[in-house]
């Protein structure tokens, strides 16, 4: 048995990329999680960055209401892309595709 699941809330970190293909539309962005804590008595935030693929209706919503600072919660799967560069070289790129997502709150001001 194997699992492949995803939950992240976070807020978006650039519009939405919108690219219509011959099986509709296809919706990219990228979405920030952050994690607080304390490190030698300071406050410290680590941010991490993650790629975001919609596809069909999902892709349709977002296309409309998903902007920069949108605060989402996102149910998912891992995928990872490989391809080669124009110079031969193998390049990775791991995101998330999304099942369900929710909006949450506000764009942050």
Not at 35 to 62: F, S
Not at 83 to 102: A, C, L, S
Request: glycine share 8%; hydrophobic share 30%; net charge positive.
């Amino acid at each position: 048995m194997s699992v492949n699941k995803v939950f992240l809330l976070g807020r978006v970190g650039k519009e939405p990329d919108i690219k219509e293909l011959s099986k509709g539309k296809i919706c990219s962005f990228t979405l920030a999680t952050e994690r607080k804590y304390r490190k030698d008595n300071q406050p410290v935030t680590e941010t991490e960055w993650h790629n975001i693929v919609m596809w069909g209706r999902n892709a349709q919503i977002a296309e409309k209401y998903i902007r920069k600072g949108s605060q989402l919660y996102i149910e998912g799967k891992l995928r990872t892309r490989v391809w080669e560069d124009r110079n031969q070289i193998k390049r990775y790129v791991t995101e998330i595709y999304v099942d369900t997502f929710d909006f949450l709150g506000g764009k942050k001001e």
